[in-house]
């Protein structure tokens, strides 16, 4: 049985027990589950706080667990990111009331609010700053106003929380965080993990890109086959009419409007794009 800890709460939770069912997992019915047992997939999914999932991990209790970037590298623990999962995208950056600080070095003896205090401090040591950082659990932003710090760090998504606190964000981004799959070293070659990455892949991949299917002029497949390439090859198959061909072929999801508008031009008619649902590649 593979052991996985999946985010409970927070921005992770939701779409991680997504892309688990999406793989084909068993995820859990209620919120109040904290462990799902899936026998047909030989998992193990346990419902944990995402900042205690790199823990877990890193204690090897569980094979391999889902949380976000910035989490891992504040726990501090020996635990090593396996796969990007492509949601819970953010930077994470430091910001102060409009226009007081512009460069790191305006940090240098301030009182810096986080909930990322490891990440935080080291970023800071490995650049020379000497500043004092103030652990706060969340709303971060509203620490400079009540007056316990003097600027902050935390995640930015929209902005619209910095700004709602008039605050504005300076100094280079201290990293970009996504949701990643995590494992330890020790347990990278540990078999039911190669077929859990090959699952996420295939949701993953399968979100970003469609399925085309046109038909088309023979004389003209050539030109059509260069829009549309696809993985290995298009797919030609004849049709009842010989003078035409049917093609399918994948394209990136963000290119399909582009492919559709090009096929018509050179002549492909029927043009048809349908989202996948998982895929091997
Ligand atoms: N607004 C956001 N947009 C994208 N990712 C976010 C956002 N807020 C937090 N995250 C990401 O979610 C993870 C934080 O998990 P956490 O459980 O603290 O989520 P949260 O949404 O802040 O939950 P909580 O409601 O408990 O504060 C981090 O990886 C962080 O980068
Ligand atoms: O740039 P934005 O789109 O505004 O998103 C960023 C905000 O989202 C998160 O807060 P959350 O809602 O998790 O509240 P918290 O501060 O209590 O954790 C994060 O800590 C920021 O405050
Ligand atoms: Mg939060």
Redesign the pocket.
């Known amino acids: 049985m593979l052991r996985i800890a999946v985010p409970n709460k927070?921005?992770l939770s939701e779409p991680a027990v997504t892309l688990l069912t999406e793989a084909g997992y068993r995820t859990r019915r209620s919120g109040r589950e904290l462990v799902v047992l899936d026998e047909a997939s030989e998992v193990e999914l346990f419902f944990l706080r995402p900042r205690d999932i790199a823990v877990y991990v890193g204690q090897g209790t569980v094979h391999a667990g889902i949380t976000g970037r910035d989490l891992l590298l504040d726990s501090g623990v020996d635990a090593v990111e396996h796969l990007p999962l492509g949601f819970a995208r953010?930077t994470f950056r430091f910001a102060a009331p409009a226009g007081t600080m512009s460069t790191l070095a305006d940090v240098e003896g301030k009182r810096v609010a986080t909930?990322y205090d490891v990440l935080v401090s080291q970023y800071l040591e490995s650049h020379g700053v000497q500043a004092q950082t103030v652990h706060l659990?969340?709303?971060?932003?509203s620490s400079v106003y009540l007056g316990v710090a003097d600027l902050i760090a935390?995640?930015?998504?929209?902005?619209?929380?910095?700004r709602a606190a008039g605050l504005e964000t300076f100094a280079d981004p201290i990293l970009t965080s996504e949701a990643v799959l995590i494992t330890t070293r020790q347990l990278q070659d540990e078999p039911g993990l190669a077929t859990l990455v090959r699952r996420l892949q295939g949701v993953l991949r399968a979100r970003t890109y469609v399925l085309v299917d046109y038909d088309v002029p023979a004389d003209r497949l050539d030109l059509a086959a260069q829009i549309t390439p696809g993985i290995e090859s298009p797919t030609v198959s004849p049709l009842q009419n010989p003078d035409w061909v049917a093609v399918r072929a994948m394209v990136p999801r963000r290119e399909a409007n582009r492919v559709m508008d090009e096929l018509y031009e050179v002549g492909a008619r029927a043009v048809l794009v349908s989202s996948l649902l998982a895929c091997r590649l």
Request: glycine share 16%; aromatic share 0%.
């Open positions: 927070g921005s953010s909930s659990d969340g709303a971060v932003e935390d995640v930015v998504e929209t902005g619209t929380t910095l």
